[in-house]
């Protein structure tokens, strides 16, 4: 379990009015280029940096920074967690998400928690620099390609029709049945069974059993109970 942390000052002084800003990536070499390339920054300055998005909570509670910059998969707490407890107990702190992944689970879940924005790891260090500081005004920053899934995905249809079967393994799904179970409640092959499956996710843009179920009882489309 990593919970390293480092701050350089306490408080919301600041130098010169410069944004204070704190990075969380677990990945050390990833971290430590990014505040290299941050520090070069004049209009901002690096007061902290974390291996975990826990030690990002702590970081924010005792230095009160105006962004916090999250990578998306840490230890301990990641990166969805880090924004929920961020922007729930620290509000002025405004949360970017950065990270290699842009599926729109992860974007929803990171925009649910509370980020301000999501920015991927390709970003130029002028779209960076210009994300953190229309955070810290409460502006909403998107990636362009993150921007472009949000809008295609706004355009689908706003419901989803599940097949007699498919909902009938889903149900099977929420009962807590594997594959092999389902296949015998259903009286088919496990193969068919994963198939179902695969379309369910595929409908409801998601990636697990667990947040088909989710989202399958938020949208109707299976009754709970």
């Given at each position: 379990m990593s919970t390293a942390a480092k701050g350089t000052s306490d408080g919301r002084g600041g130098g010169a009015g410069r944004l204070r800003v704190i990075t969380a990536d677990d990945h050390t070499v990833m971290r430590a280029g990014l505040v290299a390339l941050l520090s070069a920054e004049p209009s901002?300055?690096?007061?902290?940096?974390a291996a975990d998005g826990a030690a990002a909570v702590a970081l924010v509670a005792r230095l009160q920074p105006d962004?916090?910059?999250?990578?998306?998969?840490m230890p301990v707490l990641d990166g969805v967690g880090a924004t929920a407890a961020i922007t729930a107990a620290h509000p002025r702190t405004r949360v970017l998400i950065l990270t290699t992944y842009d599926t729109d689970t992860e974007i929803e879940r990171a925009v649910e928690a509370g980020a301000t924005g999501y920015l991927l790891k390709d970003a130029t260090r002028e779209q960076l620099v210009?994300?953190?500081?229309?955070?810290?005004?409460?502006?909403?920053v998107l990636a362009p390609r993150v921007a472009q899934q949000l809008v295609a995905r706004m355009r689908r249809p706003a419901r989803v029709a599940l097949t007699a079967r498919e909902s009938e393994v889903l149900r099977a799904v929420a009962d807590g049945l594997s594959n092999a179970e389902i296949g015998r409640?259903?009286?088919?092959?496990e193969a068919t069974v994963k198939t179902h499956l695969l379309r369910i996710f595929a409908k409801l843009d998601?990636?697990?059993?667990?947040?088909?179920?989710v989202v399958a009882m938020e949208n109707g489309l299976l009754a709970q109970g």
């Open positions: 901002l300055e690096i007061v902290g940096e962004v916090a910059l999250l990578d998306l998969r210009d994300a953190i500081h229309a955070a810290s005004r409460g502006e909403t409640r259903l009286f088919i092959g998601v990636g697990d059993r667990t947040r088909a179920v």
